[in-house]
């Protein structure tokens, strides 16, 4: 006896749930890509992301909704507002943002996804797997990271530490090796005389009374 295959006329309520959220992440993408604002392509960034994480929570994987949530939505998209603002890049419309080859990716990009399509389409036209709640929530994802992957897990973290402490590094400016003074350098020559030094009177300066002539320049009448 062969167990009936779905067809695809007759979707359930959970396919329905999971083709408009990939309709929303695919839009919002697309979006990202094609918006000329810095600021608006991060928030529809928010926008796939969080798409994303209801495809994962329609699948049953709760314990990855909820890290997409919280590492992507709440600390990468925040990471790159902050950069942002702290770069003070310009957050209008900017006309430079666009490459010039929108033909030529969107060629690539409508390549790919379509063999993508087929390849998925031809690989599991007939592969069904029931979802089944629980099956990926955190008990079950903990222990098999925390027993089976947990020597890549913990090398990931020494990575991720590396990465933080060298970008704290980079981004001070008070320790040797920063970036140096944008302003004028300080002479470093000798400085020039101030006063007279050789016995005789400095020049007036331009603009100043003469002074009077010395006493011994001047003659008398009867000599």
Not at 110 to 123: E, F, M, Q, R, Y
Not at 152 to 175: H, Y
């Amino acid at each position: 006896m062969t167990e009936a295959v779905p067809s695809y006329l007759s979707p359930t309520g959970q396919e329905v749930v999971f083709l408009l959220l990939g309709a929303v992440a695919v839009g919002s993408a697309l979006l990202v890509v094609t918006t000329r604002q810095l600021v608006h392509a991060a928030l529809w960034l928010v926008v796939c992301f969080g798409a994303l994480a209801g495809c994962y929570l329609v699948l049953t994987a709760e314990f990855v909704a909820w890290v997409q949530v919280l590492i992507y939505v709440g600390a990468i998209v925040v990471l790159l507002l902050f950069g942002i603002m702290l770069t003070r890049a310009p957050i209008g419309r900017s006309a430079d943002l666009d490459s010039g080859n929108r033909v030529v990716s969107a060629v690539v990009a409508l390549a790919t996804a379509a063999i993508l399509v087929t390849v998925v389409i031809d690989g599991f036209r007939t592969a069904y797997t029931p979802l089944d709640p629980g099956a990926g929530a955190a008990k079950e994802l903990g222990a098999s990271i925390f027993a089976t992957w947990v020597l890549p897990f913990e090398a990931l973290s020494v990575l991720l530490l590396a990465a933080l402490i060298g970008a704290i590094v980079l981004s001070r400016t008070d320790i040797p090796g920063g970036s140096p003074p944008t302003g004028p350098a300080p002479p470093t020559g000798p400085a020039p005389p101030t006063g007279p030094v050789t016995g005789r009177a400095d020049p007036p300066a331009r603009g100043d009374p003469a002074p009077p002539d010395r006493p011994s320049d001047q003659t008398s009448g009867g000599h």
